[in-house]
């Protein structure tokens, strides 16, 4: 199995808008997505995702509301509006450059 990395700072709002970018969801289930596609390398605890959804909720990129849950459960739903799709998209190419100054250290030879 692999090792369970941290995320680095700034990087769960970015991880949090990408997989609201696949439709609306609830809390768990955004957690859960975020596991599976990482493949169980990152896992976001309820401490750092619910003040996460607050924070992007405040912000005007993400809304919520209740709905029920596939098992049937109330829940709090999630999903991006508008502003957080241009957040989305900002927040996306910034990562390309950090990613790709990352690259450039790992692969730089004294």
């Known amino acids: ?3 369970k990395s941290d995320l680095l700072q700034g990087t769960l709002d970015l991880i949090v808008l990408r997989v609201l970018s696949l439709g609306p969801r609830h809390g768990y289930g955004i957690a859960l997505r975020i596991r599976q596609i990482s493949q169980e390398v ?9 003040p996460a959804l607050l924070r992007l909720d ?11 849950t596939d098992t049937g459960r109330e829940a ?3 999903e991006l509006t508008r502003a957080g799709r241009k957040q989305l998209a900002l927040e996306t190419e910034n990562w390309e450059r950090v990613k790709g100054a990352i ?8």
Do not use: D, P
């Open 1 to 3: 199995m692999a090792a």
């Open 42 to 50: 990152l896992q976001v605890n309820q401490g750092s995702l619910y």
């Open 58 to 68: 405040q912000r005007g990129w993400i809304k919520s509301y209740w709905g029920t």
């Open 76 to 78: 709090k739903f999630f």
């Open 103 to 110: 690259g450039r250290l790992m692969e730089a030879v004294e």
